[in-house]
């Protein structure tokens, strides 16, 4: 591309300046993809959020949806109070099993 660019002239400065001027086909491309990656990250977070409404809102029944809410609120409240325990093996072996019990749920719902 800096030989097309620089044409027929063989001095170093022009070798140079064709050179620099490549440089920014890269650069460009690269503004571009990071403006493209941006634009899609924002389009990715509002589809799933369209997918969430419409589709997993769908499948679980309002009674269902509604356990486990209960459930959830559970699991933080049993959290809260692990947290407030002196480190012990205690709290590790309960902060485990609050583990495979979001694990499970999320297994079952999903």
């Given at each position: 591309?800096?030989?097309?660019i620089?044409?027929?002239?063989?001095?170093?400065?022009a070798?140079?300046?064709s050179l620099?001027?490549?440089?920014?086909?890269?650069?460009?491309?690269?503004?571009a993809?990071?403006v493209?990656?941006?634009a899609a990250?924002?389009?990715?977070?509002?589809d799933?959020?369209?997918f969430?409404?419409q589709?997993?809102f769908?499948?679980?029944?309002?009674?269902?949806?509604l356990?486990?809410?209960?459930f959830?609120?559970?699991i933080i409240n049993?959290?809260?109070m692990?947290?407030?325990?002196?480190n012990t093996?205690?709290?590790?072996?309960?902060?485990?099993?609050v583990q495979?019990?979001?694990?499970?749920?999320?297994?079952?719902?999903l």
């Open positions: 591309v800096s030989d097309w620089r044409g027929s002239e063989t001095t170093p400065t070798s140079y300046h620099a001027k490549a440089f920014y086909i890269p650069t460009l491309i690269l503004l993809s990071i493209l990656f941006i990250s924002i389009s990715f977070v509002n799933r959020k369209k969430l409404k589709i997993v769908e499948i679980i029944s309002p009674i269902d949806w356990k486990v809410r209960f959830e609120a559970k049993i959290q809260n692990v947290n407030r325990m002196p093996i205690v709290k590790w072996w309960t902060l485990k099993m495979k019990m979001i694990h499970f749920n999320n297994y079952i719902i």
